[in-house]
C-alpha cells in the first residue's frame, strides 16, 4: 500500500472538470470516490464561450457546494481555456474523467493523449461509475427535465428544484 500524505508522501490533488450542467448522482458518485485514493480534490466547473449553459457557472458551483456539503477536501472552480494551463496553475497531478460506456472511451483518450501532450505531469485516471449511476447524464436529465419529467433520484433535490423553476420561467418567457 502506497503511503498517505501524512506519512510522507506528497499529497495528491486531482482534478475532475466538466460542465456540471446540472451536477447529477453520477457526478457525486465519482467525487466521492476520488476522495478514496486523492487527498485533495478540484471540481473544476468549465465556462464554455460556446455552449449555452441551463445554469451559470456561478449557480453550478453553488449546486457543486450544496450537493458536496463543504466537504474541506473539495475546492469548486471555474476555468476558461485548457484544462492543462489549469491544471499547471494549481499544481493539480491527476485529472479524473468518467466513462459510461464504450462510446466515451474513444473521445476521452483523444482528449487524455492530447493533454499528455501539453503536460505530461498530468496524468489521466478514467473511472467507471456506479451500476446505479451509469445511464446518467446531464444533457438526459435537462432533457426529462425540459419536458417536465421527473428528476428524482438522479440529482440532488436542490438541483431538481431549480431545474423545474428554470424551465417554467423559459416556459413563461421570464429567463
Same mark, same amino acid.
Given at each position: 500500500?502506497?503511503?498517505?500524505?501524512?506519512?510522507?508522501?506528497?499529497?495528491?490533488?486531482? +482534478?475532475?472538470?466538466?460542465?456540471?450542467?446540472?451536477? =447529477?448522482?453520477?457526478?457525486?458518485?465519482?467525487?466521492?470516490? !476520488?476522495? =478514496?485514493?486523492?487527498?485533495? +480534490?478540484?471540481?473544476?466547473?468549465?465556462?464554455?464561450v460556446?455552449?449555452?449553459?441551463?445554469?451559470?457557472?456561478?449557480?453550478?458551483?453553488?449546486?457543486?457546494?450544496?450537493?458536496?456539503?463543504?466537504?474541506?477536501?473539495?475546492?469548486?472552480?471555474?476555468?476558461?481555456?485548457?484544462?492543462? $494551463?489549469?491544471?499547471?496553475?494549481?499544481?493539480?497531478?491527476?485529472?479524473?474523467?468518467?466513462?459510461?460506456?464504450v462510446?466515451?472511451?474513444?473521445?476521452?483518450?483523444?482528449?487524455?493523449?492530447?493533454?499528455?501532450?501539453?503536460?505530461?505531469?498530468?496524468? !489521466?485516471?478514467?473511472? =467507471?461509475?456506479?451500476? $446505479? =449511476? !451509469?445511464?446518467?447524464?446531464?444533457?438526459?436529465?435537462?432533457?426529462?427535465?425540459?419536458?417536465?419529467?421527473?428528476? !428524482?433520484?438522479?440529482?440532488?433535490?436542490?438541483?431538481? $428544484?431549480?431545474?423545474?423553476?428554470?424551465?417554467?420561467? +423559459?416556459?413563461?418567457?421570464d429567463?
Amino acid at each position: 500500500m502506497p503511503p498517505s500524505a501524512s506519512e510522507g508522501r506528497e499529497p495528491l490533488l486531482a +482534478l475532475y472538470a466538466g460542465s456540471f450542467d446540472p451536477i =447529477t448522482h453520477g457526478h457525486d458518485d465519482l467525487i466521492k470516490r !476520488t476522495l =478514496t485514493f486523492a487527498d485533495r +480534490l478540484i471540481v473544476a466547473v468549465a465556462n464554455n464561450v460556446n455552449k449555452q449553459p441551463l445554469f451559470s457557472v456561478d449557480e453550478r458551483m453553488h449546486f457543486i457546494r450544496e450537493v458536496m456539503a463543504d466537504d474541506p477536501r473539495i475546492e469548486i472552480r471555474s476555468f476558461s481555456g485548457l484544462l492543462v $494551463d489549469f491544471a499547471r496553475e494549481v499544481g493539480a497531478r491527476v485529472n479524473v474523467r468518467g466513462l459510461r460506456a464504450v462510446s466515451d472511451f474513444e473521445y476521452e483518450f483523444q482528449i487524455a493523449l492530447m493533454n499528455r501532450h501539453l503536460y505530461p505531469d498530468l496524468e !489521466t485516471i478514467f473511472m =467507471t461509475p456506479s451500476l $446505479d =449511476t !451509469t445511464y446518467i447524464s446531464s444533457s438526459m436529465v435537462r432533457e426529462v427535465a425540459r419536458f417536465g419529467g421527473d428528476v !428524482t433520484g438522479l440529482v440532488h433535490p436542490l438541483v431538481a $428544484d431549480a431545474m423545474r423553476e428554470r424551465f417554467a420561467a +423559459l416556459q413563461r418567457g421570464d429567463a
